[in-house]
């Protein structure tokens, strides 16, 4: 999960559609706006291009029936995610800028196969805890179904992190010319973008190590 800038103003055809008995929050352009909003990403695991996408409430429309039709209440979320969450509340609203994400969560997989995803509050609050707790439901699995589900995401993720060393460590092999090393850094940063999937994870990588920290520390900025 990282920070989205959701764009404004709202789709004109929410405010028609909240006013018939059964209206469409699907309706116009909002899931081509949400799907660039969010990079095409599930804006929960962080899954690139998901083959099964919900329109999703941030604030559940059963307990929040006033919000079905606000368009800053709608994001783009995969299946997966969207049924886990179901009706919790009480989490961090990724549209919401004004704290960085990966600044209250850590986010931790080892590249080795199966390896578990791991999601840590560094700070004790509801909305952070309950989030954290979301997230490894996310990745890890809640039911034997959703274990399958989420090992396949995992998977994803761990040939994203894989990938992502084999960048750094290249980076910093003995021997590169200037153009390597700007080659490898335009792709480091391609990889640490709003747009690449599993971004936070990678932005881990880099905050948890010194000498990652002193080279890139633009770059998650």
């Given at each position: 999960?990282?920070n989205i800038?959701?764009?404004?103003?709202?789709p004109l055809?929410l405010?028609?559609e909240?006013e018939?008995?059964?209206?469409?929050?699907?309706?116009g352009?909002v899931?081509?706006?949400?799907?660039?909003?969010?990079h095409?990403?599930c804006?929960?695991?962080?899954?690139?291009?998901?083959?099964s996408?919900?329109?999703?409430?941030?604030?559940?429309?059963?307990?929040?029936?006033?919000?079905?039709?606000?368009?800053?209440?709608l994001?783009?979320?995969?299946?997966h995610?969207?049924?886990?969450?179901?009706?919790?509340?009480?989490?961090?609203?990724?549209?919401?800028?004004?704290?960085?994400?990966t600044?209250?969560?850590k986010f931790?997989?080892?590249p080795?196969?199966?390896e578990?995803?791991k999601?840590?509050?560094l700070i004790?609050r509801?909305?952070?805890n309950?989030?954290?707790?979301?997230?490894?439901?996310v990745y890890n699995g809640?039911?034997?179904?959703?274990n399958?589900?989420?090992?396949?995401?995992r998977n994803k993720?761990i040939?994203e992190?894989v990938?992502?060393?084999?960048l750094?460590?290249?980076?910093?092999?003995?021997?590169?010319t200037?153009?390597d090393?700007?080659?490898l850094?335009?792709?480091?940063k391609?990889k640490l973008?709003?747009?690449?999937?599993?971004t936070?994870f990678k932005i881990?990588i880099?905050?948890d190590?010194?000498e990652?920290?002193?080279?890139f520390?633009?770059?998650?900025?």
């Open positions: 999960m990282i800038k959701k764009s404004q103003p709202a055809c405010s028609d909240k018939k008995a059964n209206g469409d929050y699907k309706c352009h899931l081509k706006r949400l799907k660039d909003d969010f095409n990403k804006y929960i695991c962080e899954e690139r291009e998901p083959s996408i919900n329109t999703e409430h941030f604030k559940p429309q059963k307990k929040y029936p006033k919000l079905i039709f606000d368009w800053n209440n994001f783009f979320a995969c299946t995610c969207n049924s886990i969450k179901g009706v919790k509340d009480n989490l961090i609203d990724c549209t919401d800028n004004s704290e960085i994400i600044d209250l969560l931790e997989i080892k080795f196969p199966r578990k995803a999601v840590t509050p004790s509801l909305d952070i309950s989030t954290a707790q979301l997230l490894n439901e809640t039911t034997e179904l959703k399958i589900e989420g090992l396949n995401i993720l040939r992190i990938e992502f060393g084999r750094l460590q290249e980076y910093y092999d003995f021997g590169l200037k153009e090393k700007e080659y850094q335009k792709k480091i391609q973008s709003k747009e690449a999937p599993f936070a881990w880099i905050k190590n010194e990652l920290l002193k080279e520390k633009e770059l998650i900025n």
